[in-house]
């Protein structure tokens, strides 16, 4: 019997029991779309973050209130970044292009009769540069803002929205902690920043927010949450991270561990790749599990399968067939189930991420390397699980066989 009638028989008979068939692929099927599913969206998470932290701002470096070790074991940073050190670092550093600060705080803020509790953000009039922030309406605070103290905001999008709809937002007023503020400007909708919605926020000159809203609690100046510098390009940040490390360290006489730490894009990008990626190889082989549990499963059925079918394997033995004959035909149809599984669990997958990506920011992220493997080790797991049963066919003494029928 050649290759093509084992194939034919071996479908016959998975068609003549489709239930059976149908069940004993369920366990590639759920196997292989969670492999599938489970990489997508990792490579979509990972995605997702990697253009979240790209959006901070072009070069961007991010000097933070105390060392790595204050940050791990305390919630509450200490205060030893303030207004001067941005100054500072705005013209010694001659690797950087542009800096600004933040000065972020949490407060309600009231138009009318509604009131929203949202995050509040002291900066300089190089936010937009730094950041990468666009005006979509009126015009952002300047330095004469900033001397003078003015009670002026910029609001971001979703906020806009929020309060006055399609009407225009500028020069009326709102309150934020019993103050009254005049809005100047609105900005471009970009969404949120790692955890910071800059579209539900209301930015103020930063002088103002400390005097008006924060208040100044740090002995040496003005404090602020954390400064944002942007290098001149992407192969001055590393010599922007060393000036910048050695000017703060003189200006805070600094002896022995520094009270600050300095965070570049590059740092968080790949930070997060190897994150995301571990996360992903850990889904995928828990996914994988399916899988094996799965071809168990064909085992077992085909097992079963050859306990059934006795009759039928000692009477084709007794007109001619050989071992090698019912071996391959069981190992044809363990192989076609595990296939045919995989490709229905493949489109489940792919459905799956498509899914995904249309109730949730993740992008869909469909990896043919990633298919090509679960449906090849799907495959394979069906063959490897297949010789047993098939085997164990292929040695039935018909005599025995036909007398067991």
């Known amino acids: 019997m050649n290759f093509l009638e084992s194939i034919n028989m071996a479908g016959k008979t998975l068609l003549s029991n489709k239930l ?21 969206i990792g490579e979509g998470g990972q995605k997702y973050v990697s253009q979240q932290l790209e959006s901070l701002g072009p070069n961007v470096l991010f ?36 800096v600004t600060a933040e000065l972020n705080s949490r407060q309600i803020v009231t138009y009318r009769n509604r009131n929203t509790d949202i995050n509040i953000i002291g900066t300089t009039p190089s936010f937009l540069k730094v950041r990468d922030f666009e005006i979509a309406k009126g015009r952002f605070f300047t330095d004469i803002d900033m001397k003078r103290s003015n009670q002026v905001v910029v609001l971001g999008a979703k906020l806009a929205e929020r309060f006055f709809g399609n009407s225009n937002p500028i020069g009326q007023q709102l309150r934020i902690k019993d103050t009254s503020f005049q809005i100047i400007g609105v900005l471009v909708s970009k969404g949120s920043n790692l955890g910071v919605d800059y579209d539900d926020a209301a930015l103020l000159p930063v002088v103002t927010a400390a005097n008006r809203i924060v208040g100044r609690t740090s002995p040496y100046g003005l404090e602020l949450t954390y400064i944002v510098a942007s290098a001149k390009n992407a192969d001055s940040v590393d010599a922007a991270q060393f000036q910048i490390t050695n000017l703060l360290r003189l200006r805070h006489k600094i002896i022995g561990e520094d009270d600050f730490t300095i965070n570049t894009q590059k740092d968080a990008l790949q930070t997060v790749g190897q994150i995301t990626s571990a996360l992903t190889i850990m889904l995928a082989a828990i996914a994988g599990i399916s899988l094996f549990v799965g071809g168990i499963g ?74 090509a493997i679960a449906v090849g080790v799907s495959g394979g797991i069906g063959l490897f699980f297949g010789v047993v049963p098939a085997r164990r066919a292929a040695k039935l003494d018909p005599i025995v066989a036909l007398r067991s029928a």
């Open 20 to 40: 059976r068939s149908a069940l004993t692929m369920l366990g590639i099927v759920i196997g292989n779309a969670s492999v599938i599913a489970m990489i997508g």
């Open 63 to 98: 000097v933070i209130p105390g060392n790595r070790e204050t940050q791990r074991i305390s919630l509450d940073l200490p205060k030893t970044l303030v207004l001067e050190d941005a100054e500072a670092i705005a013209t010694q550093v001659p690797t950087v292009a542009a």
């Open 298 to 371: 064909i085992m077992n059925i085909m097992l079963v399968s050859v306990t059934e079918r006795t009759q039928e394997i000692g009477l084709r033995k007794a007109i001619g067939a050989t071992e090698q004959d019912i071996l391959l035909q069981f190992i044809i149809e363990a192989v076609i189930v595990s296939a045919a599984g995989g490709l229905v669990g493949t489109a489940v997958g792919v459905s799956g991420i498509m899914l995904v990506a249309a109730l949730t920011p993740l992008e869909a992220s469909i990896s043919p390397l990633a298919i």
